[in-house]
């Protein structure tokens, strides 16, 4: 089983949508977790509807640093906020895969209430149409540097 961080600077919205996807989505194949590079410290309550709204779990998730990961073997760091991607990742990443999946943070999203949850079933949307594509991925059989190109490509989706 393959581990991947999720990251975003916050650790609020995209990146926890993600980790709980690929959670759900992936359960024999991977391991997903989520961090930022500097946490809010809570999850967006949207983010918990958006999961809540599709059957998925709202327990246990929280808004955490990349920091707390140190001890943990990473395989993949997913980034899903432009900012993170351009954020040099602690040593202890340097050996996981590194791919950008930027998607625009819904938490900035102004409006109406079903204007926001628009935003954030479209970044759910998206983040589960990406992982989709990489479960068809056949990891054992590409070299690290295809996967990294076939992720990256599926970030651009």
Not at 46 to 61: F, G, I, P, R, V
Not at 84 to 90: K, V, Y
Not at 135 to 153: C, G, M, P, R, Y
Request: aromatic share 8%; with cysteine.
């Amino acid at each position: 089983m393959k581990n991947i961080l999720v990251l975003c600077t916050g650790n609020s919205c995209r990146s926890i949508l993600g980790e709980a996807l690929i959670n759900h989505l992936a359960v024999d194949q991977f391991q997903a977790f989520s961090a930022g590079s500097f946490p809010v410290g809570k999850v967006n309550q949207n983010a918990l509807k958006t999961l809540a709204n599709h059957n998925l779990s709202t327990e246990s998730y929280c808004s955490q640093s990349w920091d707390d990961f140190s001890d943990q073997n990473i395989d993949i760091v997913i980034t899903v906020c432009d900012n993170a991607a351009g954020e040099t990742c602690p040593l202890y990443l340097s050996d996981a895969i590194r791919v950008h999946w930027g998607l625009p943070d819904p938490a900035h999203v102004t409006g109406t209430t079903d204007e926001i949850m628009v935003a954030f079933e479209e970044t759910y949307t998206a983040l589960e149409t990406r992982i989709n594509k990489m479960l068809a991925l056949s990891f054992d059989e590409i070299s690290d540097q295809t996967l990294v190109d076939q992720l990256n490509k599926i970030g651009a989706i």
